[in-house]
């Protein structure tokens, strides 16, 4: 996505288009696959601008928040935020059964959240990076704030 510094044009920004979008409803109107500046709207001194990265690829974003979108998950996550753990022991802080909690790694490894570290026959899980941790700690309290 690019800065934008300011809007002057109130004239159609692409071909076709009967005017400028003033809502991110208008954005059905750009071609197929399109990106970019969709239209600006004065109000008063400040100009807003309206971009649309539509060729974004998101499904990466999207499969990470399915990932997330289990409160055990979350659980788990917290857990895990604050150093590595069995199976074993996520069970016992967590309150969920061991093959609950294998299934709910799994799901998590596979979305690259956690990583596992063997040793003999024992595994320790840890976060995969301190990124996942900001997302569940931002998640909970924009939750919390209500």
Same mark, same amino acid.
């Given at each position: 996505? %690019? ?13 076709? $288009?009967? !005017?400028? *979008?003033?809502?991110?409803?208008? $954005? ?11 239209? $600006? /709207? %004065? =109000?008063?001194? +400040? /100009? +807003?601008? #309206?971009? +649309? !990265?539509? =060729?974004?690829? #998101?499904?990466?974003? *999207? ?8 409160? =055990? ?13 069995? @199976?074993?022991?996520?069970a016992e802080q ?7 909690? =294998?299934? /709910?790694?799994?799901?998590? %490894?596979? $979305?690259?959240?956690?990583? @596992?570290?063997?040793?003999? %026959?024992?595994? /320790? ?9 900001? +997302?569940?700690?931002?998640?909970v309290k924009h939750?919390?704030?209500?």
């Amino acid at each position: 996505m %690019r800065y934008i510094e300011s809007c002057e044009s109130f004239e159609p920004l692409w071909p076709g $288009a009967s !005017g400028p *979008a003033r809502s991110l409803s208008d $954005a059905a109107t750009l071609p197929q696959g399109g990106a970019g500046l969709i239209g $600006a /709207h %004065r =109000s008063s001194r +400040i /100009h +807003i601008c #309206l971009y +649309i !990265g539509m =060729s974004e690829n #998101l499904e990466p974003a *999207a499969e990470l928040f399915k990932a997330l979108s289990s409160a =055990s998950r979350l659980k788990l996550l917290r857990i895990l935020a604050q150093g590595s753990s069995t @199976v074993g022991h996520l069970a016992e802080q967590s309150g969920l059964s061991q093959p609950l909690v =294998s299934q /709910h790694l799994r799901t998590l %490894r596979s $979305a690259r959240l956690v990583s @596992v570290q063997r040793t003999g %026959r024992e595994a /320790h899980y840890e976060v995969a990076d301190s990124h996942v941790t900001h +997302i569940v700690d931002d998640a909970v309290k924009h939750a919390l704030e209500g």
